[in-house]
T-cell receptor
Framework: GQQVMQIPQYQHVQEGEDFTTYCNSS?????IQWYKQRPGGHPVFLIQ?????EVKKQKRLTFQFGEAKKNSSLHITATQTTDVGTYFCAGSSGAGSYQLTFGKGTKLSVIP | ETGVTQSPTHLIKTRGQQVTLRCSSQ?????VSWYQQALGQGPQFIFQ???????GRGNFPPRFSGLQFPNYSSELNVNALELDDSALYLC?????????????FGSGTQLSVL
C-alpha cells in the first residue's frame, strides 16, 4: 500500500533559525496536504498542493511539491515559539474514495 | 475552531469490552473520516463515510465498524477491545469535491484500554 515517510522525526532549533521537513511517498500522489498539530491538540490544515513543481507561500512558510509528485517539503523561515508542534504531510493517490495517508510527522521544538 | 465535535473526550475501557465514539460534522459537510493516532505517530485512516455509505477503508479489522446518519453525524464502534487499541481517535469532516478535500478534525477521543 501507499507509504508516506517524513524526515527528520524531531528537530530542535533556536528561535530565529530556519526549519525544513521533508516528505516522500512510495507512489505518485494526486495531491499532498500539510497539517500542524500543537501539543495536546488535533491536526489543523495548512495547505494543499496539487500541481507538479508547485510552490506556495504562507508568510514565513514555504511549501513545495516535487516534479514527480512523489515528494514535498515545508520550510519555515526564522522560527518563532508559536511554530512549536508536529508537522504532518498527508498524500492521496486520488481516484474514488479520498483516503489520506499521513506521514509520522516531524516534531519541532523551538528554544527561545 | 473547526465545528467538528467529538464525544466523549476521554474514555477508559478494559480488554474485551465494546466502545462507541461519536462525531458531529461541520455544517454542510457530507463526508466523515475516522483516524486512529497512536502516541508519537501520524493519524492512520480507518474508514470514510459519504452520504451514509462506507466509501473506503484502511487496514483495520472488521471489529472496527461505523455508521453515518442522515444528518451526517457519525459513530465509530470497536468490539472486543485490545490493549493496542489505546489511541487518540480523530474524526474529520470534509466537503466531498473531487479537486479539494481539506479535512476539518475534531479534538478527538482519547481511548485507554486496560
Amino acid at each position: 500500500g501507499q507509504q508516506v515517510m517524513q524526515i527528520p522525526q524531531y528537530q530542535h532549533v533556536q528561535e530565529g533559525e530556519d526549519f525544513t521537513t521533508y516528505c516522500n511517498s512510495s507512489t505518485t500522489l494526486s495531491n499532498i496536504q500539510w497539517y500542524k498539530q500543537r501539543p495536546g491538540g488535533h491536526p489543523v490544515f495548512l495547505i494543499q498542493l496539487v500541481k507538479s513543481g508547485e510552490v506556495k507561500k504562507q508568510k514565513r512558510l514555504t511549501f513545495q511539491f516535487g516534479e514527480a509528485k512523489k515528494n514535498s517539503s515545508l520550510h519555515i523561515t526564522a522560527t518563532q515559539t508559536t511554530d512549536v508542534g508536529t508537522y504532518f504531510c498527508a498524500g492521496s493517490s486520488g481516484a474514488g474514495s479520498y483516503q489520506l495517508t499521513f506521514g509520522k510527522g516531524t516534531k519541532l521544538s523551538v528554544i527561545p | 475552531e473547526t465545528g467538528v465535535t467529538q464525544s466523549p473526550t476521554h474514555l477508559i475501557k478494559t480488554r474485551g469490552q465494546q466502545v462507541t465514539l461519536r462525531c458531529s460534522s461541520q455544517s454542510g459537510h457530507n463526508t466523515v473520516s475516522w483516524y486512529q493516532q497512536a502516541l508519537g505517530q501520524g493519524p492512520q485512516f480507518i474508514f470514510q463515510y459519504y452520504r451514509e455509505e462506507e466509501n473506503g477503508r484502511g487496514n483495520f479489522p472488521p471489529r472496527f465498524s461505523g455508521l453515518q446518519f442522515p444528518n451526517y453525524s457519525s459513530e465509530l464502534n470497536v468490539n472486543a477491545l485490545e490493549l493496542d487499541d489505546s489511541a487518540l481517535y480523530l474524526c474529520a469532516s470534509s466537503l466531498k469535491t473531487p479537486a479539494f478535500e481539506k479535512l476539518f478534525f475534531g479534538s478527538g477521543t482519547q481511548l485507554s484500554v486496560l
